[in-house]
T-cell receptor
């Protein structure tokens, strides 16, 4: 079984600053994928970034980067130059590559960006 | 449409009533997932389809919950004799393949309120 842990219920950041959202995971599988999703108040889940377990470089997508530390089983999301529109819930999730694979989510972190 | 479509967006049911929630995945997507998201929580896995086959229903909370995907495209989640604890947002997601590096696309969800 897989488990995702997000220990920060809420985070505050000022506009234009960078923020790191923590995520640790637990799995016995060697091949897996890690995902971050954003969920604004409107409810839709928006895919942000993906990191494969065998990827040697950290994933980046625009202002989003994933700080992947495999030995520590962590996959923190870094948002640079925060914007007011970044205020939302953020979920870390993983999916393993054995058999069929479902997405397992953490409990989420609420990010509030202030002017 | 281009994305995952769920209907209805909102449903109010009287306790004891049966409800049916519909999910139209992205055309050609093999994998389909249903999740239940309680207020302030992360999505919890309910069930998984690969084409028309329901490969995992371990997350269904009781035998009042039933899901089907008879032709490998549209899926319906049915809840019989609804209870107040069934109130949640029900999210559907689809992905092109079953492997870990495939992004899952989410619908906007159906918010079920049982009164």
């Amino acid at each position: 079984a897989q488990k995702i842990t997000q220990t920060q219920p809420g985070m505050f950041v000022q506009e234009k600053e960078a923020v790191t959202l923590d995520c640790t995971y637990d799995t016995s599988d060697q091949s897996y994928g890690l995902f971050w999703y954003k969920q604004p108040s409107s409810g839709e889940m928006i895919f942000l970034i993906y990191q494969g377990s065998y990827d040697e470089q950290n994933a980046t997508e625009g202002r989003y980067s994933l700080n992947f530390q495999k030995a520590r089983k962590s996959a923190n999301l870094v948002i640079s130059a925060s914007q007011l529109g970044d205020s939302a819930m953020y979920f870390c999730a993983m999916r393993v590559n054995s058999g069929y694979s479902t997405l397992t989510f953490g409990k989420g972190t609420m990010l509030l960006v202030s002017p | 449409g281009a994305g995952v479509s769920q209907s209805p967006r909102y449903k109010v049911a009287k306790r004891g009533q049966d409800v049916a929630l519909r999910c139209d995945p992205i055309s050609g997507h093999v994998s389909l997932f249903w999740y239940q998201q309680a207020l302030g929580q992360g999505p919890e896995f309910l069930t998984y389809f690969q084409n028309e086959a329901q490969l995992d229903k371990s997350g269904l909370p009781s035998d009042r919950f039933f899901a089907e995907r008879p032709e490998g495209s549209v899926s319906t989640l049915k809840i019989q004799r609804t209870q107040q604890e069934d109130s949640a947002v029900y999210l559907c997601a689809s992905s092109l393949a079953r492997i870990a590096n495939t992004e899952a696309f989410f619908g906007q969800g159906t918010r079920l309120t049982v009164v």
